[in-house]
């Protein structure tokens, strides 16, 4: 069993920053593939970055390329995901995500745990 607990969501202004944490534990780190994922009401919910076990390779949504980064530190069971140049449209509650697979994939079927989901809003 894998137990995941995200932190950092808030309040920011547009064009701000804010930087997500996903602390896990119950599981080898390093052999799990990590995602963050997005959702609003009545959506379905968004791949927004995934990044494999072992750190070396990263994947991004279209929406986020280029303004979004995601890392881990698997020495502390910790994934990021640094958001830069925040707009309205980003309002979501961001939620984290791990499977049994060290390759990133994007469908959340894919993936076996998640987190409790925490709040992102961005003001105009």
């Known amino acids: 069993q894998v137990q995941l607990v995200e932190s950092g969501g808030g309040l920011v202004q547009a064009g701000g920053s804010l930087r997500l944490s996903c602390a896990a534990s119950?599981?080898?780190?390093?052999?799990?593939?990590m995602g963050w994922f997005r959702q609003v009401p009545g959506k379905e919910r968004e791949f927004v970055a995934g990044?494999?076990?072992?750190?070396?390779?990263?994947y991004y949504g279209d929406s986020v390329k280029g303004r979004f980064t995601i890392s881990r530190d698997n020495a502390k069971n910790t994934v990021y995901l640094q958001m830069n140049r925040l707009e309205p449209e980003d309002t979501a509650v961001y939620y984290c995500?791990?499977?049994?697979?060290?390759?990133?994939?994007?469908?959340?079927?894919?993936?076996?745990?998640w987190g409790q989901g925490t709040q992102v809003t961005v003001s105009s």
């Open positions: 995500a791990a499977r049994q697979g060290a390759s990133i994939v994007v469908g959340t079927r894919l993936y076996d745990y």
């Open positions: 119950g599981r080898t780190f390093s052999n799990s593939a």
């Open positions: 990044i494999s076990g072992s750190g070396g390779v990263t």
